[in-house]
């Protein structure tokens, strides 16, 4: 909205040429008045099957089609308390605000331009209901959204969900050898990349943590040569100081939010599970994959539950994540593992010799 008259002093503003731009400038208190964007909010919640959440304007500007939960800011609240009030009041879901996405500024036809603060928030509480100025809320597939109200939104969305496309994109990939490395580390992981190994894993629970990070970083430029992932397990900071692909947790790590809340946007989690139960959860909260197991008895996993093929089955059956099978899985019997379900072949032993052949053979049933 154009500026009349001046807000300090009621004198009629005039324009002048100051620092390179045309500005509102008040002959009487002899200095320009400032016309700043409008600050507003636009808030990222994506639900377990990684849908995002959009209502549909029910007023101008942009009637009729979607956007970004969010409205204009007030007075007297934060932008983070302004995201959570408009996200409650448009969709009836209760968030909590996670991190900032990014800031975009937008054209508007009555105020010239506004700042749209991005905010990635997770539901907390509530049921979905279109509210205040929305028509309609609904959650829709990333790559299927409406048509958009707002480029600004559009551009938040694209930032927030570039790593979660990312993290997709491995849910896409073809099976294989997943070697979990053990004894000497760096040498299966090289023998298991030249293989073909699809996902190596680093477990070491017994070395000095300097060493550890050590071992990480050059089984990191190992994989990194042959377009290996390379995860490791359990422990969060060798996996970031590592810049690792992902991080596998187990039942008794750090909780799946927890870890996405340190974690970069597109790192990769994976949960282990011995039941439907626990991968349903993992999935809920966020799992990227799930490793499952014990299949068969194993020394390896002494006094852990064996779910056996059935139980695979039952998991592939409910959920929609990569299965990681693993426990007693060997070049034997890893045909009927894989028709249960399992997507991809979680050894320890069997890769501990002849480590490039044995991949190289696991692979064999996961043609590209």
Same mark, same amino acid.
């Given at each position: 909205?154009?500026? =009349?008259?001046c807000p300090r002093c009621g004198a009629k503003l005039e324009k002048r040429r100051l620092v390179d731009r045309e500005r509102d400038f008040c002959p009487a208190c002899l200095a320009p008045v400032y016309e700043n964007p409008l600050p507003a909010t636009a808030v990222v919640v994506f639900n377990e099957r990684q849908e995002l959440l959009l209502v549909q304007r029910a007023v101008e500007p942009g009637k009729g089609r979607w956007c970004l939960p969010g409205g204009f800011q007030e007075t007297d609240e934060t932008p983070e308390q302004c995201a959570g009030r408009e996200l409650l009041e448009e969709t009836g879901i209760d968030g909590r605000i996670e991190?900032? $996405? @990014? ?17 990635? /928030?997770? &539901? ?6 279109? @509210?205040?100025?929305? /028509?309609?809320?609904?959650? #829709? ?8 109200? *707002?480029?600004?939104?559009?551009? $938040? $969305? ?11 994109? #491995? ?19 090289? %023998?298991?990349?030249? @293989? ?18 050590? !071992?990480?970083?050059? =089984? ?7 377009? !290996? ?30 870890? +996405? ?6 790192? $990769? ?12 959860? /993992?999935?809920?909260?966020? &799992?990227?994959?799930? @490793? ?5 008895? !194993? ?35 890893? %045909? &009927? ?13 069997? #890769?501990?010799?002849? !480590? ?7 692979? +064999?049933? *996961?043609?590209?």
């Amino acid at each position: 909205m154009n500026k =009349i008259f001046c807000p300090r002093c009621g004198a009629k503003l005039e324009k002048r040429r100051l620092v390179d731009r045309e500005r509102d400038f008040c002959p009487a208190c002899l200095a320009p008045v400032y016309e700043n964007p409008l600050p507003a909010t636009a808030v990222v919640v994506f639900n377990e099957r990684q849908e995002l959440l959009l209502v549909q304007r029910a007023v101008e500007p942009g009637k009729g089609r979607w956007c970004l939960p969010g409205g204009f800011q007030e007075t007297d609240e934060t932008p983070e308390q302004c995201a959570g009030r408009e996200l409650l009041e448009e969709t009836g879901i209760d968030g909590r605000i996670e991190r900032l $996405i @990014g800031m975009e500024m937008s054209p508007h036809p009555w105020y010239r331009a506004v700042l749209v603060i991005g905010y990635l /928030a997770s &539901a907390r509480g509530g049921r979905l209901a279109a @509210g205040d100025d929305a /028509a309609a809320a609904a959650y #829709f597939p990333l790559r299927q959204l409406p048509e958009l109200a *707002f480029q600004s939104h559009a551009r $938040i $969305i694209d930032k927030a969900g570039r790593a979660l496309l990312e993290r997709m994109r #491995f849910r896409a990939l073809p099976g294989g050898a997943y070697v979990v490395t053990s004894n000497d580390h760096l040498q299966v992981a090289g %023998a298991a990349c030249r @293989g073909g190994a699809r996902i190596v894993q680093y477990r070491d629970k017994d070395a000095p943590a300097a060493r550890r990070l050590a !071992t990480a970083r050059r =089984i990191r430029e190992v994989t990194r040569e042959h377009g !290996t992932l390379f995860i490791v397990n359990d422990q969060l900071d060798i996996a970031l100081l590592s810049a690792a692909d992902g991080v596998h947790l187990g039942q008794e790590d750090i909780a799946i939010a927890d870890a +996405r809340s340190l974690l970069p946007p597109g790192m $990769i989690i994976g949960v282990s599970c011995s039941s439907l139960a626990e991968a349903l959860e /993992a999935e809920r909260q966020g &799992a990227d994959y799930l @490793g499952v197991g014990a299949v068969f008895a !194993t020394p390896v996993k002494a006094g852990y539950a064996v779910i056996g093929l059935e139980g695979v089955r039952r998991i592939a059956a409910e959920v929609s994540l990569p299965l990681a099978a693993i426990g007693g899985v060997n070049l034997g019997n890893m %045909a &009927a593992v894989k028709e249960a379900g399992a997507r991809y072949m979680a050894m320890v032993r069997e #890769f501990q010799e002849d !480590t490039a052949a044995r991949v190289a053979a696991v692979n +064999r049933l *996961f043609p590209l």
